[in-house]
Antibody, heavy 121, light 107 residues
Framework: QVHLQESGPGLVKPSQTLSLTCTVS??????????WNWIRQFPGKGLEWIGH???????QYNPSLESRVTISADTSKNQFSLRLTSLTAADTAVYFC?????????????WGQGTLVTVSS | DIQMTQSPSSLSASVGDTVTITCRAS??????LNWYQQKPGRAPNLLIH???ILQSGVPSRFRGSGFGTDFTLTISSLQPEDFANYYC?????????FGQGTRVEVK
């Protein structure tokens, strides 16, 4: 059974950089065949896909965030990370990591529990 | 970006009812459409992928249909544990986007 767990600060100041890590157990992010995603959910419940990476290091990002976001992996720890710069209050959300397999429609089949990030001074 | 529009935004139903949620894409996404259920304080849970394929472990009362721009999620014989929020999501092109959600609440 695959398990994903997000970790990182719950409170970040405006203009600062957010760094979150997703630790994966029950499967290797280096094995191929999956995208490793970051998704966020705003307080009003809307969901936004942030981007994903493949174990090779290839990434794709939501164009609305592309100038501020980086997704990378530490395969030795079986983790992948999100870095989001120049934070504003609009970035306050629950951040999820999720896996999507290389099948038709690439669904998010396993999710972390989510971590609330509040941007406030 | 491809916009996903769900309707209704909320509905009231009783145990045993059949409910239908629709999701419309702003352009064709063929069958690159997934459905999720989310309960308060939890991550979304995959119900249906590729428009109509039931995810392993999901009860057969959940059924997905559609192709192109118009999709439906039907829940037959609604159970108490089905009162939740439901989201559609496409993966046809970058960026992947979600519908705004449908809340299924107790009548």
């Amino acid at each position: 059974q695959v398990h994903l767990q997000e970790s990182g600060p719950g409170l970040v100041k405006p203009s600062q950089t957010l760094s979150l890590t997703c630790t994966v157990s029950g499967g290797s992010i280096s094995s191929g065949g999956y995208y490793w995603n970051w998704i966020r959910q705003f307080p009003g419940k809307g969901l936004e896909w942030i981007g994903h990476m493949y174990y090779s290091g290839d990434t794709q990002y939501n164009p609305s965030l592309e100038s501020r976001v980086t997704i990378s992996a530490d395969t030795s720890k079986n983790q992948f990370s999100l870095r989001l710069t120049s934070l504003t209050a609009a970035d306050t959300a629950v951040y999820f990591c999720a896996r999507s397999p290389f099948v038709v429609a690439a669904p998010f089949d396993y999710w972390g529990q989510g971590t609330l990030v509040t941007v406030s001074s | 970006d491809i916009q996903m529009t769900q309707s209704p935004s909320s509905l009231s139903a009783s145990v045993g009812d059949t409910v239908t949620i629709t999701c419309r894409a702003s352009q064709s996404i063929t069958k690159n459409l997934n459905w999720y259920q989310q309960k308060p304080g939890r991550a979304p849970n995959l119900l249906i992928h590729a428009a109509f394929i039931l995810q392993s472990g999901v009860p057969s009362r959940f059924r997905g249909s559609g192709f192109g721009t118009d999709f439906t999620l039907t829940i037959s014989s609604l159970q108490p544990e089905d009162f939740a929020n439901y989201y559609c999501q496409h993966s046809h092109s970058i960026p992947w986007t979600f519908g705004q959600g449908t809340r299924v609440e107790v009548k």
